[in-house]
């Protein structure tokens, strides 16, 4: 399975030190440069399974970037030259450009999800808190309450 991301879920994760989820569930994960260039404004190094590729449609990322910022458009126009299965990506400006080029997308709180349930994490609740507490991710109750549903602890 393919899957590029976007910078916000890494970051998130790193922050709680649950990033070994994605290497868990996908086992090595896609960015694009600019993707790197802003993770390592905040933290130090880059995990070993996350492999940087430079995109090749710069007019496609200009035409993009007039509607969303540089990470967010060219890891979709990296999505879209790998062929990827999933594009890991959470702001909703986005992930409508996304979807509208026709690109599977999952948030954060999917990655939560699929943790869980695959006996990866004890809790999704203690992670959502964690990211609530630690980073400055929000979540909507009413779309925490459907994770947790799904999580079967609510």
């Given at each position: 399975?393919?899957v590029?991301?976007?910078?916000?879920?890494?970051?998130?994760?790193?922050?709680?030190?649950?990033?070994?989820?994605?290497?868990?569930i996908y086992?090595?994960v896609?960015?694009?440069?600019?993707?790197?260039?802003?993770?390592?404004?905040?933290?130090?190094?880059?995990?070993?399974?996350?492999?940087?590729?430079?995109?090749?449609?710069?007019?496609?990322?200009?035409r993009?970037?007039?509607?969303?910022?540089?990470?967010?458009?060219?890891?979709?126009?990296?999505?879209?030259?790998?062929?990827?299965?999933?594009?890991?990506?959470?702001?909703?400006?986005?992930?409508?450009?996304?979807m509208?080029?026709?690109i599977?997308?999952?948030?954060?709180?999917?990655?939560?999800?699929?943790?869980?349930?695959?006996?990866?994490?004890?809790?999704?609740?203690?992670?959502?808190?964690?990211?609530?507490?630690?980073?400055?991710?929000?979540?909507a109750?009413?779309?925490?309450?459907?994770i947790?549903?799904?999580?079967?602890?609510?």
């Amino acid at each position: 399975m393919i899957v590029v991301s976007d910078t916000s879920a890494i970051s998130a994760l790193l922050k709680i030190g649950c990033v070994d989820l994605l290497s868990s569930i996908y086992g090595k994960v896609f960015i694009p440069e600019a993707v790197k260039r802003e993770l390592l404004v905040v933290h130090s190094e880059i995990p070993g399974f996350i492999s940087t590729h430079t995109i090749a449609d710069r007019a496609f990322f200009s035409r993009l970037h007039r509607e969303i910022d540089e990470g967010e458009a060219e890891a979709i126009v990296l999505a879209k030259e790998l062929g990827a299965d999933e594009l890991l990506i959470d702001e909703t400006a986005g992930r409508l450009v996304a979807m509208r080029e026709g690109i599977h997308v999952i948030g954060l709180l999917g990655i939560i999800l699929e943790s869980k349930l695959r006996g990866l994490l004890p809790s999704a609740r203690k992670t959502i808190e964690q990211l609530e507490n630690k980073t400055s991710f929000y979540v909507a109750v009413r779309l925490k309450e459907a994770i947790l549903r799904e999580a079967n602890e609510l």
